[in-house]
């Protein structure tokens, strides 16, 4: 028979009873492992980082521990334990989470040859770390996706604007039709430019405050018979309704997103669950920037009772370009919710358990004070002002966009002086031009539109200013409503143009 080793073998000096105190209390999971790798020891800590299912009796090899594919590792640290960094290893914990991991330290023990082996669960850790480089990946293509769509912007900019100009130049029918065609692909990329420039927190929103009750009411009343005939629609509204700041058609396209994934979730029938309420936070719940604040919110859930995500999935839904519906999906769909609900101060988060359905849940700040008053009546229309005497300063660095403006003012009766960037709208200023407004693109290189309209103000303090972009107001970086300064968001018709130009020289003739 052989003999079991004893807890504290003779070839190590016996600790006295101060130092099995210690050693069962440390809060570190420690084990004293026989160079054969078979458990003399372990304290409470290790007992409960691996489980009630493994039982740690003195003569258990220690590679039990570990998952099998990582038992190898721990088989060559105690070889040559003196060599050996720490290493990751995978518990053999059944229950234990699929991403566990530890890490492993053993050393020997001086005086003897027993081994000291410490353990520690790094998994937060790991998932902190995850969380962080994702987050980073993510604001990187965040940043690409913003300037792909400044770009795409520009070119469909000057598809609409050439289409319309086309239309006035007699074709015939046919040539028309085809002309729709071409308008209609390129409302249709404007779409998704939109799409892109919410995921990157870039698009413009028209935030104010409105029932979030109201708000989810709509939106499920535009669902209609978009939910399967099989899927049950349980609305459950919190009284009293919370106010809450934010664009209202975007947060309408944000339940109407989830609420479509969710029907698409439940192929065979179930039950959607939308609901509204409130909560208080009073710590910070989460880690890293997915962290929700401390704060009073409104909180709006849409729940399906759908085959749910696994955890590899549920990991990535919001990625952008990451879609489970194969060709029948962009990827863009949640990537663009949650650009909505961050552009909109709120945190979104997602609960999934397969084959038991999921469950959005968004918090949005509450608005305290009083509901908004009733908006009054709108005003009649102003005529459209005779264009002025002076010219328009026109400068756009893209010269088919330059071009196509420069075009539509001049039919509308405007005179117009057309530069390709600041540096030349300011020599046309030097020579003696004295412009009646100025509608400047606001990227451009050298100096932005916005520097050359302060720069042309110093000068005409009001003058009337229509700044261009392909990306949103927000971006700019200064309050444009403070500085009376109006914006146009790029793809923009003609029409657009001239109705924002003849807004700008109103106000200004306004005393």
């Known amino acids: 028979m052989v003999e079991r080793p004893r807890l504290w073998r003779r070839r190590a000096a016996p600790p006295d009873a101060a130092f099995r ?79 566990a991991r530890w890490q492993l330290v053993l050393g020997p023990v001086e005086g003897g040859d027993t081994l000291l082996l410490r353990v520690s669960d790094i998994t937060l850790a790991r998932r902190a ?93 535009l669902l209609g018979r978009s939910l399967a005939a099989r899927v049950a629609l349980d609305l459950v509204l919190e009284q009293p309704g919370r106010l809450v700041k934010v664009d209202p058609t975007q947060l309408g396209q944000v339940v109407m997103n989830l609420a479509l994934n969710a029907r698409d979730a439940m192929p065979e029938g179930g039950r959607l669950r939308i609901s509204t309420g409130h909560a208080v936070v009073l710590r910070p719940e989460g880690e890293g920037r997915a962290a929700l604040p401390p704060g009073r919110y409104a909180v709006l859930e849409v729940a399906d009772t759908g085959h749910g995500m696994p955890p590899e999935v549920l990991a990535r839904i919001f990625d952008p370009f990451f879609s489970t519906k194969g060709s029948a999906g962009t990827g863009l769909g949640l990537a663009t919710v949650q650009g909505i609900v961050a552009q909109s101060g709120g945190h979104i988060g997602v609960e999934s358990t397969p084959g038991q359905g999921t469950c959005f849940r968004i918090h949005l700040p509450r608005h305290e004070g009083a509901p908004p008053a009733e908006p009054p009546p709108p005003a ?107 914006f146009v968001a790029k793809p923009y018709a003609p029409a657009d143009l001239l109705a924002a130009v003849g807004q700008a020289l109103a106000a200004a003739s306004v005393p």
């Open 21 to 99: 105190r210690l050693f069962e209390a440390a809060p570190e999971a420690t084990a004293l492992v026989s160079a054969e790798g078979l458990l003399l020891a372990a304290n409470a800590a290790l007992r409960r980082l691996a489980g009630p299912a493994l039982p740690l009796r003195e003569g258990t090899p220690a590679a039990v521990l570990l998952a099998a594919p990582d038992q190898p590792a721990l088989a060559a640290a105690l070889a040559a334990p003196q060599a050996i960094a720490p290493f990751e290893a995978r518990p053999a914990d059944p229950s234990a989470p699929e991403d």
């Open 129 to 221: 770390e995850a969380r962080l480089a994702g987050g980073s990946r993510l604001e990187t293509v965040g940043r690409l996706a913003g300037g792909i769509a400044h770009d795409f912007n520009n070119l469909l900019t000057a598809i609409l604007g050439g289409a319309e100009a086309a239309r006035g130049l007699g074709l015939p029918p046919a040539a028309l039709v085809e002309l729709d065609q071409v308008q209609a692909a390129a409302r249709r990329g404007a779409e998704l430019v939109k799409n892109l420039l919410a995921f990157a927190r870039q698009q413009t929103l028209l935030p104010r405050v409105v029932s979030l009750n109201e708000v989810v009411a709509g939106t499920v009343h």
């Open 380 to 486: 009649a229309a102003a005529p459209a002002p005779l264009p002025p005497a002076q010219p328009l300063l026109l400068v756009e660095d893209e010269a088919p966009l330059r071009r196509l403006a420069e075009r539509a003012l001049a039919r509308a009766g405007y005179a117009v002086l057309a530069a390709e960037d600041a540096e030349a709208a300011l020599d046309l200023v030097a020579a003696g031009a004295t412009p009646a407004a100025l509608v400047s693109d606001v990227s451009m290189p050298g100096m932005d539109g916005l520097a050359l309209a302060r720069a042309l103000r110093q000068r005409w303090p009001g003058l009337p200013v229509l700044l261009l972009s392909g990306y949103a107001a927000s971006t700019i970086g200064c309050d444009l409503e403070s500085e009376a300064i109006r």
